[in-house]
């Protein structure tokens, strides 16, 4: 089981520009989490989506937004990039609303870096 | 609002040690707690959740609701347990939303 697979792994783009990362869930999991790691902070929360519908959303501008595909993978679109921006940016699936059951598993991450 | 604070953002200790890394979350409703942990160069993983009352890799954490804490404690530390630490709040509502706290770099020192 590969887990949960993120890409690109690093990415580098001008503000302004657009971004598109991939996220692909853990075998079984059916529910992908966003969240955005500025350096030297935890995890914040941007949204999640589960049967290919957002259900819940975090703190961040219309900017950012996402998509669920029927085979449970995620694309996470960030628009108009800023400077602030930059950030680890990880993925997290889980399974629907298993209450507290088994915790998220973590992609590696996808790193942006807005110049 | 909720929120997980996590007081020390550097920790060390010396091998055999004694551990505790705090944390405090404030939330009204009924809190689920994690801790996740992530070891250079890997990705964050689960460590212990409080529903569970489990002990992983020798550590333990008990939820007091009374002073909102759930701190994570280990009696012996090792190298091995040298890692960024992050205690995490479930909130449930209809979904689930994990809010972490900002972390807690712990270095063992041998």
């Known amino acids: 089981d590969a887990g949960v697979t993120q890409s690109p792994t690093h990415l580098i783009k001008t503000r302004g520009q657009q971004v598109t990362l991939r996220c692909s869930p853990k075998s079984g999991h059916d529910t992908v989490s966003w969240y955005q790691q500025a350096l030297g902070q935890g995890p914040q929360f941007i949204f999640q989506y589960y049967e290919e519908e957002e259900r819940q959303r975090g703190n961040f501008p219309d900017r950012f937004s996402g998509h669920q595909f029927p085979n449970y993978s995620s694309e996470l679109n960030v628009n108009a990039l800023l400077l602030g921006d930059s950030a680890l940016y990880l993925c997290?699936?889980?399974?629907?609303?298993?209450?507290?059951?088994?915790?998220?598993?973590f992609g590696s991450g996808t790193r942006l870096t807005v110049v | 609002a909720q929120r997980v604070t996590q007081p020390e953002k550097l920790l060390s200790v010396f091998k055999g040690a004694p551990v505790e890394l705090k944390c405090n979350y404030s939330y009204s409703g009924s809190p689920e707690l994690f801790w996740y942990v992530q070891y250079s160069r890997q990705r964050l993983q689960l460590l212990l959740r409080?529903?569970s009352r489990e002990s992983i890799k020798g550590f333990t954490a008990d939820l007091n609701k009374g002073e909102t804490s759930f701190h994570l404690k280990k009696p012996f530390a090792q190298e091995e347990d040298s890692a960024m630490y992050y205690c995490a709040l479930v909130l449930w509502t209809s979904y689930d939303k994990v809010i972490f706290g900002p972390g807690t770099s712990l270095s063992v020192i041998p």
């Open positions: 409080h529903i």
């Open positions: 997290a699936s889980s399974l629907g609303a298993v209450r507290g059951a088994e915790g998220y598993t």
